[in-house]
């Protein structure tokens, strides 16, 4: 539970971590592989057949086999992103980046109740618990903008990942979309991130990560002048 705004403040670390070496990244693919054996065996027969395919064949199965069915639950990410590297979707690199988001190996892993919880759900329910957060009396403006930023940002994810195919239809869903990813990603790269609660950690990473291969996936990527452009009002 969050129990203080300044677990969520507004001093993020924009800047992500070092490139990872060639080597460094088939490390964390093959560890993340290694250990959802499962959930990589399930997905392997549909990707040997969609591989040769062109991009937009293997856009539409991968939204058939994944948003077809109703909101996306944490049980469904890793399969998703591993469809997502295997058919081509997602570099290497992009694949590192966003299983390097969750929480390590040897945190506790999710219980039963929250690993079949949808992102949407989980998004909602973080919702309500940073609407009932104090704001440091000291520090009002800057913690109020991050707050209302993150919450924006969340309630964009809930829309998009209740109804994938739904929300694409908005003629603002890849500026709002990037403006989520923004905020997420703030809140991800920040300090204050690591003294959260595992579940809540491993839920925002999951939601990021849902979002990023969506925003990968979805055409007319914005150019990133444009996506500054759409930041810079959301903030203001």
């Not at 309630?155 to 239809?169: N, Q």
């Not at 991800?188 to 595992?198: H, V």
């Not at 491993?202 to 990023?212: D, F, N, P, R, T």
């Given at each position: ?127 309500e618990r940073l609407d009932a957060t104090d704001v440091d009396e000291n520090n009002i403006e800057t913690e109020s903008n991050s707050l209302l930023a993150l919450t924006e940002a969340l309630t964009t994810a809930k829309t998009i990942l209740s109804d ?73």
């Amino acid at each position: 539970m969050i129990n203080n705004i300044n677990s969520y403040n507004g001093n993020y670390n924009l800047n992500s971590s070092s490139s990872s070496s060639s080597s460094e990244i088939d490390g964390i693919i093959e560890a993340h592989k290694n250990s959802n054996t499962t959930t990589v065996e399930s997905t392997l027969h549909v990707n040997k057949t969609l591989y040769l395919s062109d991009r937009a064949t293997k856009i539409h199965a991968l939204s058939t086999e994944f948003f077809s069915n109703g909101a996306i639950s944490f049980n469904d990410v890793n399969a998703l992103k591993e469809s997502a590297y295997q058919l081509g979707l997602i570099s290497k690199q992009e694949y590192a980046y966003l299983t390097n988001t969750e929480p390590t190996a040897n945190d506790t892993p999710l219980n039963k109740e929250m690993s079949t919880q949808t992102l949407a759900t989980f998004a909602g329910d973080f919702i309500e618990r940073l609407d009932a957060t104090d704001v440091d009396e000291n520090n009002i403006e800057t913690e109020s903008n991050s707050l209302l930023a993150l919450t924006e940002a969340l309630t964009t994810a809930k829309t998009i990942l209740s109804d994938v195919d739904r929300a694409k239809s908005s003629p603002d869903f890849k500026e709002s979309l990037a403006a989520a990813l923004f905020s997420i990603k703030e809140m991800i790269n920040a300090d204050s991130f690591e003294i959260i609660p595992l579940d809540d950690k491993v839920g925002i990473s999951k939601v990021y990560q849902a979002l990023e291969i969506i925003d990968k996936i979805s055409p007319k990527r914005l150019s990133n002048a444009k996506v500054n452009q759409y930041i810079q009002v959301s903030f203001n």
